[in-house]
């Protein structure tokens, strides 16, 4: 069974960082294809928030967290990562990764949804 398990999510304050991790099982996203988070607050549509290719060689992220959040993956240990930092409370969401069977991320889009399949996210609350 494909599955992503997302960790990292927590409490923080204004300001503050975190990193997200997603975790694939049964399957190797290093041959698999690009892999996405998104984030989704109470109330509101899910929101694209950043993507890797399978090679980590290119990134894309939404205008929101620009120069914030930066994605990375270790295909070794099967892991992508999002370090999230100067955080807001408007971050504050349900972040989950997504994977595309593109090696590049030429279907993400903060508002695109074509992805192959979702874990069940972390939650990140941004709270003073």
């Known amino acids: 069974q494909l599955q992503f398990v997302e960790s990292g999510g927590g409490l923080v304050q204004p300001g503050e960082s975190l990193r997200l991790s997603c975790e694939a099982s049964?399957?190797?996203?290093?041959?698999?294809?690009?892999i996405g988070w998104y984030r989704q607050a109470p109330g509101k549509a899910r929101e694209g928030v950043s993507c890797?290719?399978?090679?980590?060689?290119?990134?894309v992220y939404s205008d929101a967290v620009k120069g914030r959040f930066t994605i990375s993956r270790d295909n070794a240990k099967n892991t992508v990562y999002l370090r999230m930092s100067s955080l807001k409370p408007e971050d504050t969401a349900e972040y989950f990764c997504v994977a595309y069977h593109y090696d590049e991320c030429v279907v993400w889009g903060e508002t695109a949804y074509e992805y192959d399949f979702r874990g069940q996210g972390t939650h990140v609350t941004v709270s003073s």
């Open positions: 049964g399957f190797s996203i290093g041959n698999y294809g690009a």
């Open positions: 890797i290719s399978t090679s980590g060689g290119s990134t």
